[in-house]
């Protein structure tokens, strides 16, 4: 029983040492006398210095293992603090090995290059880029941070790419990789924009000043010339003028808050849509109105006008022969406006462009049409500032659908944005 119970907790054993010296002690004072109570007093001591150390030991291994339990804790919150900072970041972020293997990397790195678990495998096996791993080579060789942008995953991606190592660190290389590909194509885009104007406004300078130089050389009494003359810088000044103006409603599209009112989207396509009827019926071309009535936006008049304007003159000056659909729906959450037709259509490589300033798919025909190509950047900005969405679907020589949605006047929730499917669909 005794063997059992210490056994079965051996923090009893100093207790029941000094319950059996107690013990002993009555029998050796009674045979032994104060000689043998002596002994036994100096083997209680002993015993209780036994007790005292147990104990102290006992407490000294609790304490220990409560600090390692605050530790581990402590450990855990600031490792996930890390892991939350650094999920939080918009910058790929990869941890490896100084021969290139990834031990850590965060949620960005992992969406940027599609690998939900690129821990244990190569850096090059997961980004696809050899540089990055000549990057790490240079950092380790050389101690220093390694900057370079590249261009990955064919073209679709454009990053800025840091290397290091820390010193504190020298068994582990630090790799960043920023997305810079939307900052790239604004830089483009802005460029474009410089490049076009300057091309849209010298055009038709240089004809007005051509015109004056041969009006100024040509003989006063040649009146039917000099009216050619005059009439040909009469049509470039209004092209200056719808360029200018333009222009002007895109700035500010851009940078305006228009009045918004509630309005019936029916009623505004099914009048614009009468007054481009003339224009489609001299084209031989069929224009047909699928519009259910009531359909509530909460709108600007003059842009909502603008929009549809725009959109089925469009429709009209790309299609030769055959039919332009003008279409009004609503949907649980918003009102769809489409428009399509079955004209010339746009080829793939043009779509993600189209909405661009000054961009034109067919230069000569968007010309001849007196466009001044900003329609669709105009049309694209008065759409978002409706809090609505474009999106375009087209095959070449079959036609083109554009469809914009707007959100119900009763609704306030945010319209979803829908997905784009096929290659040749785009979401602007």
Known sequence: MLVGAVRWNARLVPYILIGLLALAGLAF?????????????????????????????????????ALAALYSQQLDRQKQAIDGFADGLEAGIFV??????????????????????????????????HTIQTM??????????????????????????????????VDRVFVSIYDITKLRRLERVRQDFVANVSHELRTPLTTIRAMAEIMRETEPEDEALRGRYLQQIEREVDRLTNIVNDLLTLSAAESQASAMEPLDLADIADEVSNRMMQKAESKNI???????????????????NQILLN???????????????????????????????????????????????FYRVDKSRSRESGGTGLGLSIVKHLIEAHRG????????????????????VTSQREVPVPSSAGSNVLDA
């Open 311 to 357: 959109l089925i003159d469009n429709a009209i000056n790309y299609t030769q022969a055959g039919h332009v659909t003008v279409a009004v729906r609503t949907e649980p959450e918003a009102v769809i406006f489409e428009v399509s037709d079955t004209g010339v259509g746009i080829a793939v490589e043009h779509l993600d462009r189209i909405f661009e300033r």
């Open 29 to 65: 004072a009674t045979q032994y006398g104060l000689i043998g109570l002596a002994i036994l007093c100096a083997l209680a001591m002993t015993a209780c210095a036994a007790v005292a150390g147990f104990r102290a030991r006992e407490l000294d291994h609790t304490r220990g293992e």
């Open 136 to 169: 790490i080579r240079r950092a380790v060789e050389q101690g220093e941070k390694q900057v370079d942008e590249l261009s990955m995953r064919s073209g679709e991606l454009v990053a800025l790419v840091q290397v290091w190592q820390e010193r504190a660190v």
């Open 96 to 129: 490896c090995t100084t021969a290139g293997e990834v031990e850590y990397a965060n949620r960005s790195a992992r969406l940027m290059f599609e690998f939900s678990d690129p821990v244990g495998r190569p850096i090059l096996a997961v980004t696809l880029t």
């Open 286 to 304: 069929a224009l047909k109105k699928l519009i259910t009535k009531p359909a509530m936006i909460n709108g600007n008049s003059t842009h909502v």
């Open 389 to 408: 969405h474009i999106s375009v679907a087209s095959f070449l020589n079959r036609g083109s659908t554009f469809t914009v949605r707007f959100p119900l």
